[in-house]
């Protein structure tokens, strides 16, 4: 079956619709009305529902309500405005009270969705430097969007199917708005809303946790700087032994070909000795030979895969990263 063949089609009707709802939900975020302001909208759109009054009185009503509800003038005003421009119809109503709801339940979801999140944090039993802990954080913040993407397929089944009177007025909702579909607009501003919190855990989040290794162990370091004698060498820290000797850092999560960078002869260097800390998930035999070719280099890796790997273990300029301290560095700079 080739993709092509594949009819998909959606009405306009409903597009419509969902637009709508997705629009409304955006714009109650943009007013940056509070949660307390949003439950009593919601309350008196139960009531609007339940009057006989024309479509004009209750959309005036509802005018006549925001100016009420807030005290900031620039609240006031957007509201306002979404009301004038969302609310054409008398199902509108249905519409922007089911955004009103939409938006409660995002944040509680976001909230769950955190604390099956932290399943991901690292045991106390993990060093922090670890290739595990490595890949806890990674799946961290992606745990958030799929746990709670999960949490919202629950929480329209139990709308759906349970007889649950905290989910009348939603299901009341729904049921009146045709082709209405708010899991999927919820899955959106979700998605949105998680995105926020996902950051890459490479790159400068390694180094932030080797930095944290360096202050739990007391070093003495310098940040980011440039080699005195030849400035085109970069280090992520310097760090100062007490016995005088000076220690360039690279912090390389992951090498690629950058291992090649930062490996000049020692006695170029400012520094008495160098070393390069990595997770050591891409460093083979052939890599090791090339940085450690040069003398006063020594290699830092992941304390669980140093132990699984042989070239690491058996070679005695490799270390893992666990046994980190000041001792150890003063040995190795006198060697």
């Known amino acids: 079956m080739k993709i092509t063949d594949i009819k998909l089609e959606l009405s306009n009707s409903h597009l419509t619709i969902n637009l709508l709802l997705y629009r409304t939900v955006k714009e109650i975020i943009h007013s940056k009305i509070s949660n307390k302001h949003i439950l009593k909208l919601i ?6 529902n339940s009057t006989q009054n024309t479509f004009e009185d209750k959309k005036q009503i509802l005018l006549d ?4 509800l807030s005290s900031s003038d620039l609240v006031q005003l957007r509201l306002a405005e979404l009301i004038e421009t969302s609310i054409l119809e008398d199902i509108h109503f249905n519409v922007f ?20 999140s932290d399943n991901f944090k690292a045991c106390d039993d993990i060093h922090i430097m670890d290739f595990q802990y490595d890949q806890n954080m990674l799946n961290l913040p992606y745990a958030i969007r799929v746990s709670g993407a999960l949490l919202i397929q629950v929480l329209f089944s139990e709308i759906k199917e349970s007889n649950n009177e905290f989910y009348s007025s939603l299901r009341s909702d729904i049921a009146k708005i045709n082709e209405i579909d708010p899991e999927t607009i919820l899955q959106i501003i979700f998605a949105e809303s998680a995105s926020q919190s996902i950051r890459s855990s490479s790159g400068s989040n390694y180094e932030e946790r080797f930095e944290t ?4 162990n007391g070093f003495s370091y310098q940040g980011q700087c440039f080699d005195k004698k030849i400035p085109s060498v970069e280090y992520d820290f310097k760090i100062n032994l007490t016995n005088n000797k000076t220690i360039g850092v690279s912090v390389k999560r992951t090498l690629r070909e950058r291992y090649k960078q930062n490996h000049e002869n020692i006695d170029g260097l400012e520094v008495d000795i160098m070393l390069l800390v990595t997770l050591g998930v891409d460093l083979n035999k052939a890599k090791i030979d090339y940085i450690l070719a040069k003398e006063k280099h020594f290699i830092f890796v992941a304390t669980d895969l140093y132990h699984q790997i042989d070239y690491f273990y058996n070679n005695s300029r490799v270390f893992p990263l666990s046994e980190l301290n000041e001792k150890l560095l003063i040995k190795i700079s006198k060697l």
């Open 43 to 48: 309350e008196e759109l139960k009531l609007l």
């Open 65 to 68: 309500f925001t100016t009420s």
């Open 97 to 116: 009270k089911l955004s009103l709801n939409i938006l409660r339940f995002k944040d509680y979801i976001l909230e769950k969705s955190k604390l099956y």
């Open 213 to 216: 290794l360096l202050k739990a």
